[in-house]
């Protein structure tokens, strides 16, 4: 069973940068782009869900992300500890949200981690 | 972006009802549709991909049809565990967009 974990601070400071990560269980950070990717999500009252970006291999690392984020987004994969990280620069009260993790199989997110409320707030 | 709009944006319902909900897609996304089921507190939940594909684990209450830019989600009958909301999500391209949701409420 594919599990994702989730760690990472529930609070940080405007300007700051924001630093999650998404440990998987029961697959590989490295499994073919072709079958599987690796998301970040978030939800808002004011946005709802918004997809930020993934992070894929397929012969070579692979990153696709919003641009409404602009340059302030990264999405890592980490292959010794089989985890992908998401890190959001300057941020503003406006990134306030619960950011998910998930996988994205068959076009659908099939697997997510279970959340963490991140408030941006001086 | 595609946008997804979702209708009603909540739905009145009782235990054994028959709730059907639609999802519009802003330009032809193929069958590429999933469902999702949100409830507080919790990481939302694959219902169907591809428009009509039953995700493993999901009750047989719940089906999904369409094509193109309109798409709907079916509960042939209730339950309790069903009241929660209800989103849908293109996969045609990047970025991956979701509708509003629909409230099912008693």
């Known amino acids: 069973q594919v599990q994702l974990q989730q760690s990472g601070p529930r609070l940080v400071k405007p300007s700051q940068t924001l630093s999650l990560t998404c440990a998987i269980s029961?697959?590989?950070?490295?499994?073919?782009?072709?079958?599987?990717?690796w998301n970040w999500i978030r939800q808002s009252p004011s946005r709802g869900l918004e997809w930020l970006g993934r992070?894929?291999?397929?012969?070579?690392?692979?990153?696709d992300y919003a641009l409404s984020l602009g340059s302030r987004i990264t999405i890592n994969p980490d292959t010794s500890k089989n985890q992908f990280s998401l890190q959001l620069n300057s941020v503003t009260p406006e990134d306030t949200a619960l950011y998910y993790c998930?996988?994205?199989?068959?076009?659908?997110?099939?697997?997510w981690g279970q959340g963490t409320m991140v408030t941006v707030s001086s | 972006d595609i946008q997804l709009t979702q209708s009603p944006s909540s739905v009145s319902a009782s235990v054994g009802d028959r709730v059907t909900i639609t999802c519009r897609a802003s330009?032809?996304?193929?069958?590429?549709l999933a469902w999702y089921q949100e409830k507080p507190g919790k990481a939302p939940k694959l219902l169907i991909h591809?428009?009509?594909n039953l995700h493993t684990g999901v009750p047989s209450r719940f089906s999904g049809s369409g094509s193109g830019t309109e798409f709907t989600l079916t509960i042939s009958s209730l339950q309790p565990e069903d009241f929660a909301t209800y989103s849908c999500?293109?996969?045609?391209?990047?970025?991956?967009?979701f509708g509003g949701g629909t409230k099912v409420e008693i």
């Open positions: 998930a996988r994205v199989r068959n076009r659908a997110f099939d697997v």
């Open positions: 029961g697959d590989s950070v490295s499994t073919d782009g072709n079958i599987a990717t």
């Open positions: 992070t894929y291999y397929m012969s070579e690392w692979s990153h």
């Open positions: 330009q032809d996304i193929s069958n590429w």
């Open positions: 591809a428009a009509s």
């Open positions: 999500q293109h996969g045609h391209d990047l970025p991956f967009t």
